[in-house]
Every structure is written in structure tokens, then in C-alpha cells.
């Protein structure tokens, strides 16, 4: 669906430093219903590489193509959610929800109809008339989410949308995440740091080292889909399988950072 192919970046470099290489050589497949992960050190171009799917930004060199047709700019196919929700907060959850619609030009009666639907997924159907301001981190978090999915994308981009949430939290909505990517059948691209999340949740991980950003190492991961086949969040993350591939990744990526250091 997503093809990715010989992908580079350079940000233009100020009077006194040279071009920076954010980017080389990304080769990277996002199939229909896949959950891909990318995790790495701080400056490895994660975000560069979410922002040219989304269509903010044009690669240097190499292509970008969904379903066949070269990436453009921004689209509907793609729908962004950021650690910083953009939510109105004078708004209720029900017409933050419909905002996406509401500048499509869906008319009230079936951006309510749409919005109705997520609120049941997100677990707020008690809170439709709640205005926003008056929500948990979670919660509008969750709002976000929501929002971005009533445009009915393609592909759903996450750059670290549960950074800001307390533990508990984060793991209620990883899991809430999942569900909706299961019964929503949608792909996703999410950017995280941490590893317990990205293997929890992805189904590709790709692992990616800075100057200059590249993927070094790429795993297909089990343990999302045994969370949906009725094992526990606790039951997975604890399992021999799970901690040993959290200390494989966790390995490569300090190896990184002293490197870096
Ligand atoms: N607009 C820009 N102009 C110049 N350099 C940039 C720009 N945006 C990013 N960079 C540089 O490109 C590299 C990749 O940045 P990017 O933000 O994509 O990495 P990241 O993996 O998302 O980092 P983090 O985890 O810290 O968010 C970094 O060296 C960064 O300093």
C-alpha cells in the first residue's frame, strides 16, 4: 500500500554548518492492516520520516507512493495524531470529534452520525457533551485519536501520542489503541521511545540510528496479536519471549547512545 524507496533528506544548513543528512536511504513497506513502529535515538529522523508520509515535507531524493501514486503533499488517506492534541477546548468531545467533517462540508446530521460512532470505540460515550477542557490528559488524548479516525484515513501517523500520559494510563491506552486498530482494520505508523510500547504494539518494528538517520535493524513482532487473541497486556509484556526481545532492542539502542556520547 505505502512503498517507500531510497528515501533521502537534507535540511539545508545555516550560514556556518552544513546541510544536515536527517535521512538515507529509508526503504520501507507499510502494508494494508500493518501496525509499524519506529524507535531510535534521539535525532535519527523519526519525525522527518512521519512528516514526508504525511506530505509536510518532500524527500531530496527517492519516492514516496501510496497505492501506486507518488505523495504530494497532505491528504484525507492520512491522518495525523500528535503528542500535543490539537483539540478545541472550548468544544465538546462530540463536536471535536466532527471538526474534521465540518471542514470537509459533511453536513451536522451525519457528522454527528460518524462522531457517535467513536465514542462508544473511545470509551466517552458518558462525556459526548462534555466540553473538552474539562477531560483527563487521557481522555482528550483519546478525543484526538478519535478525531483523526472520523476522516476515515488510510493510514493513521502517531509521532508519540501517549508521551505525555502517567503509566497507567499510557497502558490503558495502548491497549485502547489496539482494539480500535483491530476493529477499524486501519495501518498505522507510530513513533515512540519506548521499547516496551513499540513491541508491544507493533506488528514491523523498525529500529533507526542517527547521523544520518538510517534503519539499522527491522523485526516482525507477535505480541499485539496475542494481546487481541485474549491474552493480557501483563501476560504478554512478562513473557520470556517479550523480555528477550525487549533486551535486543534495548541493546542496540544504548549501543547507539554511547556511540553518540
Ligand atoms: N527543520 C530542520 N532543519 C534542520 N535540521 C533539522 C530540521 N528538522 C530536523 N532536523 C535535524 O534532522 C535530524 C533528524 O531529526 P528528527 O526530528 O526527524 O529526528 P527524531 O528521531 O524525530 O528526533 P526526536 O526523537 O528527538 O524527536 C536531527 O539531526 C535534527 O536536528
Redesign the pocket.
Known sequence: MLEIRRVSVF??GGDRTDA?E?LRNIDLDIGEGEFVVAL?A????????MNLIAGFLAPSFGQLRLDGAPIAGPGRDRAVVFQKHALMPWLNVIDNLAFGLKLQGVGRAERYTVARRFLGLLGLEDFETSPVYMLSGGMQQRVGIGRALTADPRILLMDEPLGALDALTRERAQELILRIWQSQNKSVFL?T?SVEEALFMGTKLIV?S??P?RITHRFDLPFSRRFLAGESAREVKASPEFIAMRETVLGIIFADEEQAA
Open positions: 535540511y539545508p544536515v536527517a531510535g534521539s535525532g535519527c529522523g523519526k519525525s522527518t520520516l513513533i521511545h533507526m542517527p547521523r538517520g
